[in-house]
């Protein structure tokens, strides 16, 4: 009788459908949070639907397409990631991931990794140029080059060019335009070329910085011919002209544009396609070898190769043998891993020390705690207000009115160095802030140049919530006494140094760094706040010496035959600190294609 029972449960149990489950998760993304809704069934993973997120249009797509499609198919969360969408396609999976926990699953039943389909396969192709990088600096060259009847092909590691910091930055700085000559402005070469001179005191090649401002104008003028729309932006630095273009409509259409001009001139474009090393013959560069997202290897011959991959954001490990053991949040393209400056050396390249910089702290502070950088969070935008700042200790370690002049070259030096920094106001801060605005709590210092143009009428209305949101997750503290801020944090000099700087407010002089007296405000009234940020970058600087025609050099200073690079590879256009003249670096990047696609036809035609 028992074996009876036991057998109709059984028949029972198969009978009865398994009911599916909905989890609403989030997981971190590069700008906020990622919704997802999971449906399990019977211990299988059913569907991944995405909701709202704050991810970058035309960047979120591929990820919000393939990865959850990817988990389905496969059963697991160890699918691979969207190139250039890396950290949508990590949020997605740690959403997944904890819709697994909810539903008593174990995750690592479901980490089983993907299938790579073409793993072994070595397939051959060729062209007379490759540009490895479709960002600025790539994408110029290979237009010109393909308008020219050059047969070019670019390969890209991301999904889109639309991941390169090119297409999703401010704008570029730019001469002798259509645009400024229609709005009567004049921006000649000789402006940009002292200003960037006097701030690189020569430790960038002088011939290569001449000749590739002199393209800067073509560069914007190739990319209105593609359709896009560009704007003449203000003077916002005090450069004493206006060089900067902005870019009209959505950072999503950019890369549309570049890519139909692109193709239509007969240039070829492999996207999720990543340069590993180049094809050596006799000490030549004679072609690029790279590996495509199946797993497949693709050998690329051409007769010269253009190294443009932007940097290296996304190389933790490297930024640490140049600035030590620090965390640096991106806030650009973390594709970038130093291919270009890898393949070059291995080439038998050198690289250009001087240049080794960080396009630093553009909009604020950050920290990994909060999300990495949240320009949504008005506790990160005090970093960069000027008042009182201090290293680990609690120590001051310069003169903060850099942050709130010029946080991108001089101030974002400054913190690199300290590796962390932290804001020290009071709740009349917090007050003033939050009512009027830093510029109106200041006095409306009229030469302050740079308040004027970005800091007037501004209110961070949300401030004191956003202080609450930051002290709730641990990057910030608020509290009745220095002393309890300073314990929070472990500060051993912080009190000793608030009493000295509010000496220094009250006497209207700085005697350790000589700020700005207009900058003095005493941190007085409780409670106190102490935010703390780790240094932030856009992209980065330091890449491989070139002759002044962007040809890769030998450490006996001859060029590596048939060997280029253009934008942040190309080191010798850059210096220590960041140029201050607005949308530099990627004017420059956009101008050293032009210029790299001269040369190259040049070298070609010898």
Known sequence: MRKIILALLAIFALCVPAFAEVYETVGQGKAGDVHVKVTIEGGKIISVELGEHGETPGIYEPAAER????????????????????????????????ALVLAGLNPDDYKKAEAKAGEGIVTEDSAKVVV????????????????????????????????????????????????????????????????????????????????????????????????????????????????????????????????????????????????????????????????????????????????????????????????????????????STGDGLR?????????????????????GGSNKKGGGWQRSNGAMTIGIYGGLLVDPA?????????MANQPLSVGGEAVLRAGKFYAVVDQAFVDAISTVGLFEYLGNPEDWYVGTMTAKGVVLKTLPEDLEKA?????????????????????????????????????????????????????????????????????????????SCLRVLHKDLTPVKGLYAAGVDAGSLYCQPYYQVEGTAVGLAFGSGIYAADVIMSDLAK
């Open 67 to 98: 990865v959850p499609a990817a988990i389905v198919a496969n059963q697991s969360v160890n699918v691979d990631g969207v190139s250039g969408a890396t950290m949508t396609s990590d949020a997605i999976k740690e959403a997944v991931t904890k």
């Open 471 to 547: 002290v709730a997750q641990g990057w910030a503290v608020k509290a009745d006494t220095i002393e309890d801020c300073a314990a929070f944090f472990k500060m051993p000099k912080l009190a000793e140094t608030v009493k000295t700087y509010n000496a220094y407010c009250e006497a209207g002089k700085d005697e350790e760094y000589f700020k700005n007296p207009t900058f003095l405000k005493p941190v007085a009234k409780a409670p106190f706040y102490v935010v703390e940020y780790e240094p932030s970058a856009w992209g980065t600087l330091g890449g491989l010496r070139t002759d």
């Open 394 to 402: 609690g120590e001051r370690f310069f003169n903060e009115y850099y």
């Open 132 to 335: 490895v990088g479709g960002g600025a600096a790539g994408m110029m060259a290979a237009i010109k080059l393909a308008r020219n009847g050059v047969d070019v092909l670019v390969i890209e590691k991301g999904a889109t060019i639309g991941v390169a910091n090119g297409w999703n930055c401010g704008g570029p700085m730019a001469t002798n335009t259509s645009i400024q000559k229609a709005e009567g402005v004049t921006v000649t070469d000789e402006m940009l070329f002292n200003d960037l001179t006097d701030d690189a005191y020569l430790t960038s090649d002088s011939r290569l910085l001449r000749r590739v401002l002199a393209r800067t104008g073509e560069a914007v003028e190739l990319q209105l011919s593609t359709g896009m729309e560009m704007f003449l932006r203000p003077d916002n630095y005090g450069a004493g002209y206006r060089s900067r273009h902005g870019y009209k409509g959505q950072k999503a259409d950019r890369p549309g544009f570049i890519v139909d001009a692109y193709t239509k001139a007969g240039g070829r474009l492999m996207c999720e396609t990543t340069g590993e090393s180049l094809i050596m013959e006799n000490g030549e560069v004679k072609g690029v070898k790279a590996r495509k997202s199946d797993g497949s290897t693709l050998n690329i011959k051409a007769e010269a190769v253009l190294l443009a991959t932007g940097g290296y954001l996304g190389n933790q490990s490297l930024i640490r043998e140049h600035w030590g053991d620090i965390t640096v949040n991106p806030l650009g393209n973390t594709l």
């Open 343 to 363: 393949m070059g050396k291995e080439a038998g390249g050198m690289e250009e020390e001087s240049s080794f910089a960080m396009i630093s702290n553009e909009f």
